[in-house]
């Protein structure tokens, strides 16, 4: 089934809580920073379809365990209420960073790691004394806080807990496959053939998945590789890791024994349990020295872009572990100038504009342009209001019967009709709310209203405005801007580059199948069908985001999803086929929240939405 993740725009509201940014996305919900009464929170919408029971069995993790090293539950609910699609987790929101961004970004010392993976062993401690298995036990899965680095085990959405019925007929339960103990991979190969086989995760599998994190965070790599997946499964079956003192010799011998004790081959070998981890990493804290505290990685600087060795500097990353391995912020590339910084301008302040040029039109040419624009402005305003009469000024509010996507197919043009838009309402208005927690009292959003003249183009209105204007002095045309720029969704460029799609590499697409050319398309959740295979994604797979309507339509597509029923986010930015970003509108619809637009287009993978 394809899992349709909520795609919601700031300012939504869901059951009480306003929606600021997305923080991440996976195959089953997304998550975003949400506020109530003015304190953060992260929302997590879980499609229902999608999840099924499994919603119910990490809101039952989530209330077994109250640790301050585990992501905390604030409330839970379905949304909308009249006809649930999503529920919804509201939990602590965490104000910090990734733990794999924080490591590439900090460039931590060995104590600094020790005191992080400190934490995470607590927090599965405690999670294994309740019953519970995280079974996801990753970088992305680990949260640290930015006030005090203390770090928190998010993300219980494929846990498991004693007593807690089977939801998956797999061989092996769901799970990162690169963080899989050796065990689980042993199973699965003993057993591929063999119908009814389940494989059950313990404490050890967490544990495995432990070693791995301390590992990169030790040495910045992998302890294991293939050139592919059997070759990846034989290595973590069989294959001895570098102890991480010998691969980077800034880590201390002691912590490098218990990263090496949590990556034994057998759970009797392995480190036995959650508690003895806290235990060890406890012990090696207090006997650390003055070199635990010196940065495991060299910070990258201007000197470090030169080729070392003189090998050029693919030869260089191909020969990665003759060299030190780098972490930090990294310095601009040469030659680039510094950023430009917005200064705030007081209130009243002139403000110097760029230099026009001196090239002087003539008085006599303005005076008959003018003239020429008055002419043409008064006739055409005078034809359209016989034409379209006197709007009302009330604002227009459906029907509380009348279905919101009653109006999705566009009227006819020339000698077809187009095709139904497939975009959904931006935001579903709720008429009560169920939360454990107090929501804040809310209005209801208010809806643009529709043009006084809906017999005027577009080019017509702009006219006859720019014309009224002139002759009475009055402000400007008023042109809705693009949308401002905003960041792809957590693993989408990087999903795209594992499936061989490029930034800036382009895809012919359609919005609606079938024959119509054009269609009617709203502001909100929208679908796109690519058209011919893409690298690693087929034909006909669906493309899903946001459609923002402005002068043109602009969509943002963030995630993927294959005939197959595989998914993974994407960015991708829509262009029309002439080539400019967004898409023109059409004739027939001058709605500030609607337009008709071309069905073909072309989508763009980029590395930031412009």
């Known amino acids: 089934m394809r899992p349709p993740p909520a795609i919601l725009p700031p300012g939504a509201e869901v059951l009480g809580y306003t929606v600021e940014r997305q923080l991440g996305q996976g195959g089953f919900g997304t998550v975003y920073l949400a506020r109530n009464a003015g304190q953060p929170f992260a929302l997590k919408l879980l499609h229902l379809p999608r999840v099924g029971e499994r919603v119910e069995r990490e809101i039952s993790i989530l209330l077994k365990l109250r640790h301050p090293n585990v992501v905390g539950l604030q409330g839970h609910g379905l949304w909308p209420p009249g006809a649930p699609q999503f529920a919804v987790i509201v939990m602590e929101y965490v104000d910090g960073r990734r733990l794999d961004v924080w490591a590439d970004e900090e460039n931590p010392t060995a104590r600094q790691v020790a005191c992080v993976v400190l934490d995470v062993a607590r927090a599965l401690a405690a999670s294994h004394a309740a019953g519970v298995l995280h079974r996801d036990v990753k970088e992305a899965n680990v949260m640290v806080r930015a006030s005090d680095g203390l770090a928190k085990l998010v993300d219980f959405g494929i846990g498991d807990y004693e007593g807690a019925r089977g939801l998956t007929v797999d061989i092996l339960p769901p799970g990162t496959p690169e963080y899989r103990a050796p065990e689980a991979w042993r199973f699965f190969l003993r057993h591929a053939h063999s119908p009814g086989a389940r494989y059950s995760a313990g404490p050890s599998d967490d544990l ?37 003192h010998e691969e980077n010799a800034r880590a201390p011998r002691a912590l490098s024994d218990v990263c090496i004790r949590l990556l034994e081959k057998t759970p009797e070998t392995r480190t036995l349990s ?46 990665a572990p003759l060299y030190r391995p780098r972490r930090g912020k990294r310095p601009p590339p040469p030659g680039l100038p510094p950023p430009a910084v917005s200064t705030p301008t007081a209130p009243g302040t002139p403000v110097k504009s760029a230099p026009k040029s001196r090239r002087r039109s003539s008085p006599w040419a303005v005076a008959v342009a003018l003239l020429l624009v008055l002419m043409v402005g008064a006739a055409l305003m005078l ?30 043009i020339a000698p077809e009709a187009t095709a139904a838009a497939v975009a959904l309402p931006a935001t579903l208005q709720e008429v009560s709310a169920t939360v454990t927690t107090p ?85 909100g959740p929208v679908e796109v069908h690519l058209i011919g295979g893409w690298e690693g994604l087929p034909g006909g797979s669906i493309l899903s985001g946001r459609s923002i309507v402005r002068d043109r339509v602009y969509a943002r597509l963030t995630w993927a999803t294959t005939s197959q029923g595989d998914s993974f986010p994407v960015c991708l930015d829509v262009y029309a086929e002439e080539g400019p970003l967004g898409m023109a509108r059409e004739a027939g619809d001058d709605s500030p929240s609607r337009a008709r637009i071309w069905t073909i287009a072309y989508v763009k993978a980029v590395a930031e939405f412009e």
């Not at 998945?209 to 302890?223: E, F, I, M, N, S």
């Not at 034809?383 to 029907?399: H, I, L, M, N």
């Not at 401002?484 to 382009?506: F, H, L, S």
Request: some cysteine; charged content about 25%; glycine content about 10%.
């Open 439 to 523: 929501p804040k009292d809310t209005q209801p959003l208010q809806l643009p209203s529709k043009p006084a003249k809906k017999g005027m183009s577009v080019m017509t209105r702009a006219v006859s405005t720019a014309a009224a204007c002139t002759a009475l002095a009055c402000p400007g045309t008023q042109v809705r801007p693009p949308p401002p720029p905003e960041p792809c969704p957590i693993g989408a460029v990087k999903a795209m580059a594992k499936r061989g799609i490029d930034i800036g590499d382009k895809q012919p697409a359609r919005f609606v199948k079938g024959l119509g050319r054009i269609v009617s398309i709203g502001e």
């Open 383 to 412: 034809w359209t209001s016989r034409v379209a009469g006197v709007a009302p000024s009330r604002q227009e509010v459906a029907a509380s019967g009348k279905s919101p996507q009653a109006d999705r197919a566009a009227a006819p």
């Open 208 to 244: 495995w998945a432990l070693g791995l994190v301390l590992y990169a965070l030790l040495t910045a790599r992998k302890p294991f590789d293939g050139t592919d997946d059997p070759g990846f499964i034989e290595a973590v079956i069989a294959g001895a890791p570098t102890a991480p």
């Open 274 to 319: 959650a508690l003895a981890a806290v235990t060890e990493l406890e012990r090696v804290l207090a006997g650390a020295d003055t070199t635990w505290d010196v940065p495991l990685c060299d910070a990258f600087g201007e000197d470090t872009a030169t080729t070392e060795g003189g090998r050029d500097s693919k030869d260089r990353w191909m020969r």
